[in-house]
Every structure is written in C-alpha cells, then in structure tokens.
C-alpha cells in the first residue's frame, strides 16, 4: 500500500501524463532528435535507399547552384534515358534533366546541406511533429493535462514515425506542415488565419500537391460557412495563386502537357493495388503504437458523436486514407505505411479522443497502465525489431553503392534485370560531375554505343550483388518480360 500511494499513476506529482514542467516539454523533443539522428546512421546508414530520396538530394544539388535541373553531356545526348532515375526528366531542348517533384523539401535540404547538415532534417520533421501534437491536443481539450501527454506518447512511440525520421524521405515535411496547418486552423485567431493559406501553399509545393489538398480539403469547405467573406476571399485567392505557381512549375520541369501530369497521378486502380491499400490498414496500426491505432478504430466508431473539432480530423484522416484508392500503383516501398504518414497526427489524435471516450467506461488508473505497457512493448520490443529489419534491408545496397563510388572507371553499367531493386542505384550528379558515371545496363555495350574509346566501362551484375547480399532475381522471369517485349 505505501507503494502504491507514492507512485501510483493516479498521483499527478509523478506522472508524466500531468507534466507540464517546462524540462519535460524539452525533454521528449530532444529524445525524439537524437534517437532519429543516431538511427539515420546506425540504421539507415545515412543512405538515401529510394528513388523518391535520391531525388531530394539531386534537387538540392541543382537549388546550391541557383538551378532548376541539371545538364546532360552532349556525348550521352544518343542514351539519356539510361543515366537517369525514375521520374526524372529531359528536355531535348536544353538537353537539362530535372526532379518531377515540387522543391520545398528539396530547398529546406539544400539550406541545411550547404553546412553538411542534411542528416538532421527529418529529425527536425519530426520534433516539430511532435510539438505540434501537443499543441493541438490543447486546443481540443483546454482543460486536461493528460491527454496531450498521450498524444505525445502514441507519436513519438510509433516505429513508423521514428524510422521514417531517420530517412530522407519528404513524408516527414509534409507530417510536420500539415500538422502546422491543423494547428493554425484550430486556433481560430487573426494572426492565424493570415498564416494558414501561406503555410498551405509551402505544404502543396513540399514534394507532390495531392498529399496537402485531401487532407485540408475538409477543413477548407468550412470557412464559407463561417460567413467572414474577407477571410474566405483571402484563403481563396492565396490558395489560387500557389496552385498556379506549383502547377506552372510542374509544367515546366516536365516539360509536358498539363493534363498528363493529372493523368500520371491518377487512374483506375488495379485489383491489387485496392487489396494492398486495405493492407496498409494493418501496416500503419502494426508500425505504430498498437494501442494507439486501437483507440483510433475505436475513436471512428463514435463519429457521429464527436464534438466538431473532432469530427473535422477524422473525415481529414478518412479522406486521404480512401484518396490513395483511386492511385494506379502500389506504393511501392516505404517504412510502414508510407502514403499514411502524413497522417500519423491525425491518427494519433483521434487515439487520444478515444483514450478520452474509454476513460469514462473503464478505470482510469487500468486504462493508464494499458497504455504504459504497450508503450514499453513499442519501444524495447517493437522499436528494435523493426530497426533490425529496416537495416538489413537497407545495409546491402548501402554497402554496395559505396562500393560502386570508389571504383577507379568513368562508366558503371548496372544490370538491373540481375537484382533486386538495383535500378534505383543509378544515381549521378545534375552536372555529372561524380566518378564512375552510373548507368543501367540490359547488356548493351555502352562504349559501342557511344563511341567511347579512351573511357573505361564496367559493369556490376549478379555476382557482385550475391557478394553483398542482394537478393537476386529469378533468370526466367527476366527472359519472360523480354519475350513480352517490356525490355530490349
């Protein structure tokens, strides 16, 4: 009995769910940083695995030298297309090459990389994050100290949040600026409603456009409801002029019809594609804080007796849930569920809804403890495994590509037909000023092709990747997709 009055979780004094010390506000922050930091290097190698990575440092590259894209060689004019990364560009024009993704992102990388500090912004993403959460859970419960602190909790908990922390992907930027916006648009003051439709337009141009829109739109049809037509104007018209600047941009970089870029994001999905977007159900609760992607289910079930507040986050996290149905891919590859991450705020915040909601049926002090428990199993179990498998996944191709850098040629023929996810490896700068050059080989003899007579040419196949511990791909699927004409 005398331990458990002085440590209960019921006694304010020594919880961190009652904790509005100014050390503890600081505090949680700066785990947050420094666990992403350290894991950018320890786990993900500091190796931007993607091509969606890549690309942001391609962009950052060209932005230090006040350029939209880069420029291609003359010689390498007759073969282009193999010197470059999926969705990449070139203009016959200019013979440039160039990202198909917005700059924001890429310019808040080249800001930081002019110091060499590159690695430190997706931890950045994510403290704002996290500080963001807890600011908004205060606007939606002013009088409850707890429950900002279980939002804090269910985040900085998640193994999505934290390992996608430690990439360079742009889903960390655009997690951090929606949840700004969500923040401005609670706030409700005048200063806030100033700010809200510039930080919109920073959030459509951080990387692809649709990812701020499904989840703003929600938000955004309320404000003529309001009846203040000098703020509904005001949104408006801001929001008009970044779409044309970002939709202008866009053009310009992919030097195409507009309506192909609209055509290029969106179209009937496929079986598979529906069947692995209801998946992603499971991954974004299975990388999360499990209790947290409980207590959202749980939350949704009450939609319709939520306060307004409430209701307007669940149909933002509903809506852009559902939007990547009408997307004709898969997604690909990604930490959890990648196109859900922008979402994790919205997720978490509903959780602490339902934490709210259970409170009122269950013990508050049993509910406490649930939710310490399955935190604990988040961090020392869950963490560590899903750390364990990001880094054996990405380790190899880092090895690799290291190994590839240091070779005494000018060409690197990669044979991407031979391995697993090895076209992404193909990676060279806008001015092609790297040695090796990389490029993607099906067996094609790039010095017959080119003409190269004093340039050295190699090539990396099946053997080196066995060597580091790629997986391989099966030699009579690549002469099925030949025989369907797919490649030459």
Request: proline share 4%.
């Amino acid at each position: 009995k005398k331990f458990n009055s002085k440590f209960s979780f019921s006694n304010d004094r020594y919880s961190i769910f009652h904790d509005t010390s100014r050390i503890t506000k600081f505090m949680v922050p700066l785990a947050i940083f420094l666990v992403t930091v350290i894991g950018n290097f320890i786990v993900m190698k500091d190796f931007p695995l993607s091509a969606d990575e890549a690309l942001i440092k391609f962009q950052a590259d060209c932005y230090r030298q006040f350029k939209i894209g880069g420029i291609l060689p003359t010689n390498l004019v007759p073969t282009h297309n193999i010197f470059f990364l999926s969705y990449q560009y070139y203009n016959e024009s200019s013979t440039g090459w160039t990202s198909q993704y917005l700059p924001v992102y890429a310019f808040f990388y080249a800001v930081l990389s002019t110091a060499n500090l590159e690695f430190l912004l997706g931890a950045i993403m994510n403290c704002v994050s996290l500080v963001m959460v807890w600011h908004i859970a205060k606007i939606l419960w002013p009088q409850d100290k707890e429950l900002p602190w279980i939002c804090v909790i269910f985040l900085g908990s998640s193994s999505q949040f934290l390992i996608t922390g430690m990439t360079y992907y742009t889903m960390n930027g655009h997690l951090a600026i929606n949840l700004i916006w969500l923040w401005l648009f609670l706030k409700n003051k005048t200063w806030a409603t100033l700010l809200l439709p510039w930080v919109g337009a920073l959030a459509i141009g951080m990387h692809q456009p649709h990812i701020h829109a499904h989840m703003a739109i929600p938000c955004l049809l309320l404000v003529p409801f309001k009846k203040k037509w000098w703020e509904t104007a005001y949104i408006v018209i801001i929001y008009l002029l970044a779409c044309y600047i970002w939709y202008s941009f866009l053009t310009h970089v992919r030097n195409s019809d507009p309506n192909e870029i609209m055509n290029q994001s969106l179209g009937l999905p496929s079986a598979i594609s529906i069947i692995v977007r209801l998946m992603n159900v499971f991954l974004l609760i299975n990388w999360s804080n499990i209790v947290a992607g409980l207590l959202c289910i749980y939350a949704l079930n009450r939609y319709k007796n939520m306060p307004f507040s409430i209701r307007l986050i669940a149909l933002s996290f509903i809506v852009s849930f559902f939007f990547y149905l009408l997307f004709p891919g898969t997604g690909g590859h990604g930490w959890g569920s990648r196109y859900s991450h922008c979402i994790l705020g919205h997720m978490v915040l509903l959780a602490g809804y339902g934490y709210q909601l259970l409170k009122e049926f269950l013990c508050h002090n049993l509910l406490k403890r649930f939710v310490c428990v399955f935190t604990l199993f988040a961090l020392l179990i869950q963490l560590p495994l899903r750390c364990y498998q990001s880094s054996s996944f990405v380790t190899p191709y880092a090895r690799l590509f290291d190994h590839i850098s240091t070779l005494d040629v000018d060409y690197v023929g990669i044979k991407f037909l031979e391995g697993y996810y090895v076209l992404d490896m193909v990676r060279n700068d806008p001015f092609f000023r790297n040695r090796p050059i990389f490029f993607r080989s099906n067996n094609t003899d790039l010095k017959e092709k080119l003409g190269l007579e004093d340039e050295t040419v190699t090539y990396i196949g099946a053997e080196e990747f066995k060597k580091f511990g790629i997986p391989l791909t099966d030699p009579e699927e690549i002469e099925r997709v030949r025989e369907m004409g797919l490649i030459d």
